[in-house]
């Protein structure tokens, strides 16, 4: 049987890390970018337009006010909307579906995946976070900038992620709810996520499910 890790973090976090470290411990494939690639690929919309669905998303005076629910539409090609930002989503949560549907196992970051696969029992769902203080101070040791510009590029990037899934699920982002696990990674160390997710992944799914 196989299984799907969803992982959505804080930025500057590290929770791409995280994932990439489970991915290659459980010798599984990691999805981030990939899926617009993917998505692309089955639906023959160019993958620039994937990339840059999220800026016009953001760009929608309706973005903050609004919320939605992902449904699975089936929108199909000659339809006028099927190019619109929503559609677009719909692909990519397609390409989530047939994913978890597969039979390999998979981490999957980003892209409101643990709400997309919500109904599957074969998917673990983590939340990776961490201090406002601590996700700058690991981006200082990444980019150039101050920390007070480090900080508010946090909080942006926080405040679009809450927003986006906000738009496309009708739920809060940073709400322990909607995972099996929150890891604060400052306090963890991304190595000590990894075991935690590894253990809790056999209590779910059995001491058999890691080869």
């Known amino acids: 049987m196989g299984y799907v890790i969803t992982i959505a973090r804080g930025y500057g976090s590290g929770g791409k890390t995280v994932g990439k470290m489970l991915a290659e411990d459980l010798g599984i494939h990691y999805y981030d970018r990939e899926l617009m690639r993917l ?8 993958e620039e337009l994937f990339v840059k669905a ?12 609004f919320k939605k ?4 539409e089936d929108i199909k090609p000659d339809s006028d909307d099927y190019i619109s930002n929503d559609n677009l989503f719909n692909l990519q949560s397609k390409v989530i579906r047939d994913l978890a549907e ?5 981490v999957i970051v980003g892209r409101c ?3 997309v696969l919500k109904d599957y029992d ?12 601590d996700c700058v101070k690991r981006l200082q040791g990444m980019m150039s900038g101050s920390a007070k510009e480090l900080e508010k590029k946090v909080i942006t990037t926080d405040k679009f992620r809450a927003d986006y899934y906000r ?3 009708g739920r809060e982002w940073d709400n322990a709810g909607n995972y099996d696990l929150c890891l604060n990674s400052a306090d963890l160390g991304f190595e000590k996520c990894v075991e935690i997710t590894k253990a809790y992944l056999k209590i779910r799914l059995g001491d058999d499910i890691i080869k």
């Open 122 to 133: 074969n998917v673990i769902k983590i939340y990776v976070h961490a201090s406002l203080p």
């Open 167 to 169: 738009y496309y699920t």
């Open 39 to 46: 998505a692309s690929d089955n639906s023959g919309i160019n």
């Open 102 to 106: 597969s039979g390999e196992s998979c």
């Open 113 to 115: 995946a643990d709400y």
């Open 54 to 65: 999220d800026e016009r998303v953001k760009q929608n005076p309706l973005f903050k006010l």
């Open 69 to 72: 629910e992902y449904k699975g």
